[in-house]
Nanobody, 121 residues
Framework: QVQLVESGGGLVQAGGSLRLSCAAS????????MGWFRQAPGKEREFVAG????????KYADSVAGRFTISGDNAKNTVYLQMNSLKPEDTAVYYC??????????????WGQGTQVTVSS
């Protein structure tokens, strides 16, 4: 009943920035936790960043901490991932996830289709 659509991916040079957006539609709720995951070719999907329903708690993978910022806008039913100082290792398809339970984001009820982020050397 909830649809998630990612946007904002693209090609950027190392050291550059991108801002990903995840727009939710359908039966949305302010109680949903949101997260970003990514998957590079031949690798497992990995956690990138998460945010609780109120936006008061965020968590980041060690590989992106200090460079990425997750935020949300409940009025727009949208969550963002600001990515700065991008590295080639950040190249992956980025997926948005939503679940009522923050601790179950890895197996979230709702997932977007993904947006490609490519960081050139």
């Amino acid at each position: 009943q909830v649809q998630l659509v990612e946007s904002g991916g693209g090609l950027v040079q190392a050291g550059g920035s991108l801002r990903l957006s995840c727009a939710a539609s359908g039966r949305t709720s302010s109680t949903y936790a949101m997260g970003w995951f990514r998957q590079a070719p031949g690798k497992e999907r990995e956690f990138v960043a998460g945010i609780n329903h109120s936006g008061t708690y965020t968590k980041y993978a060690d590989s992106v901490a200090g460079r990425f910022t997750i935020s949300g806008d409940n009025a727009k039913n949208t969550v963002y991932l600001q990515m700065n100082s991008l590295k080639p290792e950040d190249t992956a398809v980025y997926y948005c996830a939503a679940d009522r339970n923050y601790y179950k984001l890895g197996s979230a009820d709702y997932w977007g289709q993904g947006t490609q982020v490519t960081v050139s050397s």
